[in-house]
């Protein structure tokens, strides 16, 4: 296989950015930045999420089975930056940022626009990064989205011309 073609080829694919959440107060909080999210069903409504093996977030998945999508908005690189490193959660915030508590126990970005409440139902063990599939159990809007909400999303591309996952 060409190498480079391979990787062009998948980057030509769009993604997303997000900041996922799992663990508790009492079990530890864990999270990342990720960007490998897809709906995989109406009934349910199950996402498919890559998530890297040797990350905190992982191995707080496996565990407590409970995540947050948190969803970020246009003009929020900066949030996207701040969890590409472990974030701590200290003085009721993570990484800096205000939070509250899903019904699930893991923390919601009160500054990102959306957010789901995610069960993992299943993992995938393939590769480097282990495919979680996980059903939404619960939304919150954190404000009004003003037209398309897929155009409210921050998109890997927003980050600057050589800014890359994947391929």
Same mark, same amino acid.
């Given at each position: 296989?060409?190498?480079?073609?391979? #990787?062009?080829?998948?980057?030509?694919?769009?993604?997303?950015?997000?900041?996922?959440?799992? &663990?508790?107060?009492?079990? &530890?909080?864990? /999270?990342?930045?990720?960007?490998?999210?897809?709906?995989?069903?109406?009934?349910?409504?199950?996402?498919?999420?890559?998530?890297?093996?040797?990350?905190?977030?992982?191995?707080?998945?496996?565990? /407590?089975?409970?995540?947050?999508?948190?969803?970020?908005? #246009?003009?929020?690189?900066?949030?996207? @930056?701040? @969890? @590409? #490193?472990?974030?701590?959660?200290?003085?009721? #915030?993570?990484?800096?940022?205000?939070?509250?508590?899903?019904?699930?126990?893991?923390?919601?970005?009160?500054?990102?626009?959306?957010?789901?409440?995610?069960?993992?139902?299943?993992?995938?063990?393939?590769?480097?990064?282990?495919?979680?599939?996980?059903?939404?159990?619960?939304?919150?809007?954190?404000?009004?989205?003003?037209?398309?909400?897929?155009?409210?999303?921050?998109?890997?591309?927003?980050?600057?011309?050589?800014?890359?996952? &994947?391929?």
């Amino acid at each position: 296989m060409d190498e480079q073609a391979r #990787k062009t080829a998948l980057r030509m694919i769009p993604y997303g950015l997000y900041v996922l959440t799992a &663990g508790t107060k009492e079990t &530890g909080i864990a /999270s990342a930045t990720i960007n490998w999210v897809t709906q995989t069903s109406f009934v349910p409504p199950l996402l498919a999420l890559g998530i890297k093996t040797d990350s905190a977030v992982y191995a707080a998945a496996r565990e /407590s089975r409970d995540l947050v999508l948190n969803i970020l908005g #246009k003009g929020q690189g900066g949030l996207a @930056f701040a @969890f @590409f #490193k472990p974030a701590e959660y200290a003085d009721g #915030k993570l990484g800096g940022q205000d939070i509250r508590w899903a019904a699930n126990g893991a923390p919601i970005l009160t500054g990102v626009p959306a957010a789901v409440e995610l069960k993992v139902r299943h993992v995938v063990e393939l590769g480097d990064h282990h495919t979680f599939v996980a059903e939404v159990t619960n939304a919150h809007m954190n404000h009004e989205i003003a037209g398309r909400p897929d155009e409210a999303v921050l998109h890997m591309k927003d980050l600057g011309e050589k800014v890359f996952y &994947g391929g």
